[in-house]
């Protein structure tokens, strides 16, 4: 359960807890209807297992409880328009889901076979039917029979909410279940399908090695018959060859399971079956997109002298490079994320998740008037880069592959600075330091501040813009007029210290979202946070030298560690006594024998 809540995206924990308890509810029946098997009652094991789901939660609290609150800042938090969810980037349809399972053996892309790289679940014909056999034969078996109906349930319903929003099944989970309107939901119950169709053809593969009966050879023909008219009347299919291929394959299986009534030893043929199975998933993961993706290189040694630079280098940035390619040009080229591998402060971000607080989302739009805010920043770019808004957002440089953007992009970034392979390094010529020290504020309403950037910003660059009213800042230049930089004297993610001097009374501002959990002092003293063009950390200080500290510590951190701290000491508890218990009943035994 720990590992569950933990993972990151919450169809994760959604489907692990439906398969979980679809299994224990069949377990627990099973036992409660079979005599022979000595386990638990439902009704004492129940608490039990509720229980250490408790307990599960507890050990991960401090995470859990961030991801709740990174989601009550979030933009995105209000969900996607059900629309939006259905199409065939982020949703199985009806017309490509024989692709999507069956899958092919020959040297094809599977991203180009069913159309997208989302609603994959690459079975076979020989597993798919070995499923519909282990269904057959278990149903007419009581020991077997309410295990095989429970996954033949959970495949059909996981299917079913791979379609997204053309079942009501996801339409109904959509309007109660909170994280069912995010992205990427719907094809990914096509991994609860798969596992499920797995564990069907297990027990059909074991239905073959106790000789199946002449039901299920029956029922089998039929229900391949089925599945071809429905392939026939509802889907696009595939080139001739590969059906040629599926259906040799569903010859070759329907023999061997036909040899296997007649077989004085059918496991050989179990042996087959299996074997055939397995190499048509293997055969067919050749082609697969990790395989594509695969490189000899470790992700830590895609580097080159260019990052190694930028890794040194204050300010922040950002790439106009290809998403994909081999893995030293997405990591060199900054694909996001990638920048993490070689320690470059990116600030592109990536798509979608809760991570895309209301703050950014609103500055997107000093980029674009109508931005993609589930889209990483480099997607709202509008060439050319404009020099101004850049410095303003804390971009010092710009990557560029030149094959794929002309110079107009980076028009006004000066030449070049590095040059590497396709990849060129502009800096910035109005970039003026993380840490600054603003003498003039202007009041402007939240709302309009990005917009104000976008169409304003030149006539902006010595006058900070907040949202909130300034009490010693003036709001025309009485003296110093200039921006200036101060110093930072120490930066980690959670503290940051900058100091410097002001002649007048100043905004000093550094270039991180002032974000819920964020306190500032100033000399020592509490002092409030300003945002800076409502997005950054900033501060109000008098004239002179002074220190200013921004620190990170959210009011829910030290709670919940505690909490967790708790349940980690009942979780060595459990497992000490259930070690006492066991060592006491060996004693127990052993002095039962000595007598």
Known sequence: TAAVCSAGHPQLTYQVAVTAVVFWMASMWHVARTAEVRTP???????????????????????????????????????????????????????????AILGTVRSVNPGFFVGSFEPIAYLGVCLVILAVVGVASSVRLPAKRIMALAFTALALGSFVISLGPRTFVFRAAFRLLP????????????????????????????????RIDRPVLIVTPIAIVVGVVYMIGTTTLPDGLTMTIWALTALVVIALLALSHAFHRPE????????????????????SIPQYLRSDMPFTDARSATTDWLAREEGYTIALTPDFGPLPDVVVGLRPNANTLVGIRSIDGYDGGVQITRRWADALQRFHPDPLIDLPLR???????????????????????????DSTVAQGWNEPLRSEGVLDVYRNPDWRGE????????????????????TTVESLSEIALVEADT???????????????????????????????????????????????????VDGQDTRIVPLDALYLAVEVPAGRHTVVFEYRPTWLIPTFVISAVGWAVLL???????????RFLRRRRNTSDD
């Open 268 to 287: 050989r043929l179990m042996w087959a079956l299996g074997g055939l199975a397995l190499a048509e998933i293997l055969i067919g993961s050749t082609s």
């Open 41 to 99: 009652h439902p009704r004492t094991s129940a608490p039990t297992v509720l229980g250490g789901v408790l307990l599960g939660v507890v050990l991960v609290l401090p995470q859990m409880w961030a991801a709740l609150e990174a989601t009550r800042h979030s933009a995105l938090s209000g969900g996607r328009d059900i629309g939006a969810l259905g199409t065939a980037d982020l949703a199985l349809t009806v017309h490509r889901s024989a692709r």
């Open 471 to 521: 009490s010693i800042v003036s709001d025309t230049c009485i003296a110093q007029c200039s921006v200036t930089r101060w110093d930072v004297t120490h930066l980690q993610p959670e503290r940051i210290e900058i100091s410097g001097t002001s002649d007048v009374p100043s905004l000093v501002s550094y270039p991180r979202q002032a974000g819920s959990g964020w306190s500032a002092q």
């Open 379 to 405: 997607s709202n770019l509008l060439p050319p880069i404009d020099t101004h808004i850049a410095a303003r957002t804390g971009i010092r440089h710009l990557v560029v592959d030149r094959t794929q953007f």
């Open 573 to 583: 508890l459990l497992v000490i006594d259930n070690r006492l218990i066991r060592l």
């Open 435 to 454: 840490a600054l020290s603003w003498p003039v504020a202007r009041i402007v309403d939240r709302n309009d501040i990005n917009d104000v950037l976008r």
């Open 179 to 210: 994280g069912f309107d995010f992205a990427r939901v719907s094809a990914r119950w096509l991994v609860i399908f798969s596992f499920a169709m797995c564990v069907l053809a297990a027990i059909g593969l074991d239905a073959v090695r106790s």
